[in-house]
């Protein structure tokens, strides 16, 4: 019985102003379970961003123009893995999740991948809305697919085909790429599969606010195809 080659992945992290996160990530990185290519895309970063990321990896790419969605194409164009998985700067993973991420594009009507965002160290509130929201979005991609751009995996082909992320947008690239990712196969949520984030943004502008800006934005992406905001100011 001839062995199926398990598919080379490639792990695409836009940085600006990482410096602060970037070395945890990196560090969990190179003791994951499965070799990985590792590329870091940055939007022009005056701190110790690029320092840091020095010590991990050689494929290293500043761009002059900021914006995440150029960030992650121009990663996905340097890439040349099968899998490509575009990560936030700031997450933390458990250290088999490229496998758990790989069993779930065993089937090959996958075509990208979702999984639950919970936060590192939460107060009761924060946890609550996110069991809940993952809860949700667990449900909703049932019908239709949903993703957030804490983690988002699609196959290289694919994402080429459908054009990769849409630059024009200021935020919801992540659920525009996966929406028409879906029209080629299926999109999925990866069940037992749990990155964390730092809520770095919800720390600073409060839950209530951050939830009121992403549902006038979804609002507004489902009514015209673009969300609200112009701009997507970065908190650091």
């Known amino acids: 019985m001839i062995k199926r080659r398990r598919e080379k992945v490639s792990i695409i992290i836009p940085t600006y102003q990482e410096g602060r996160y970037i070395g945890n990530l990196l560090s969990h990185l190179t003791n994951i379970d499965h070799p990985a290519e590792i590329i870091i895309v940055d939007g022009g970063s005056t701190d110790k961003t690029i320092e840091v990321a020095k010590r991990f990896t050689d494929n290293i790419y500043q761009i002059k123009e900021r914006g995440i969605s150029k960030a992650k194409n121009y990663g996905a164009k340097n890439a040349n893995g099968d899998i ?26 996958v075509v990208g991948a979702t999984c639950n965002i919970m936060p590192s160290r939460p107060r009761p509130s924060e946890r609550a809305f996110f069991l809940f929201y993952n809860l949700l979005l667990r449900f909703c991609s049932l019908f239709k697919p949903h993703s957030r751009g804490e983690f988002i995996a699609i196959r290289r082909e694919v994402f080429m085909k459908i054009g990769g992320f849409n630059e024009s947008l200021s935020c919801l690239e992540d659920h525009d790429l996966a929406m028409r990712a879906s029209k080629i196969g299926k999109f999925i949520f990866i069940n037992n599969l749990t990155i ?12 209530l606010n951050v939830v009121r800006t992403w549902m006038i934005n979804y609002i507004f992406f489902i009514i015209r195809g673009k969300p609200l905001a112009e701009i997507w100011k970065a908190v650091r």
């Not at 990560?87 to 999740?97: K, N, R």
């Not at 964390?196 to 839950?207: C, M, Q, V």
Request: hydrophobic fraction near 45%.
């Open 84 to 109: 490509l998985i575009f990560l936030d700067a700031d997450v933390e993973l458990p250290p088999d999740f490229i496998n758990r991420v790989l069993d779930a594009f065993k089937d090959r009507r």
């Open 196 to 207: 964390y984030e730092t809520l770095r943004r919800i720390r600073k502008l409060g839950l």
